[in-house]
């Protein structure tokens, strides 16, 4: 059985009734992990809990189409140009 990779966005943009088929046969067959290793204690001792930044309130000016452009990808619009501005840091380091 071939394994099939949904995207969010594939996922949002699909209709009820496939959704639903999906469900169903999710319900029906289980859950295919066999491409997931199972995880041992001593890997489990090794993870570590990494608390995103604290964000803070701020009022900045932006473009009208850089801020159309992230309200259009639709959800959290501000999220979104924070992940870019993050993006930037890490790359320019």
Avoid: A, C
């Amino acid at each position: 059985m071939p394994i099939i990779k949904y995207s969010k966005k594939d996922i949002k943009s699909m209709p009820q009734d496939v959704l639903e088929s999906i469900k169903q046969k999710v319900e029906r067959e289980g859950i295919n992990y066999s491409d997931n290793p199972e995880i041992r204690q001593d890997e489990w001792n090794k993870i570590k809990i990494v608390k995103k930044s604290k964000t803070i309130q701020i009022s900045l000016r932006v473009d009208e189409d850089v801020l159309n452009y992230f309200k259009q990808k639709g959800g959290k619009y501000q999220t979104k140009i924070n992940d870019v501005l993050r993006s930037y840091i890490e790359h320019h380091k």
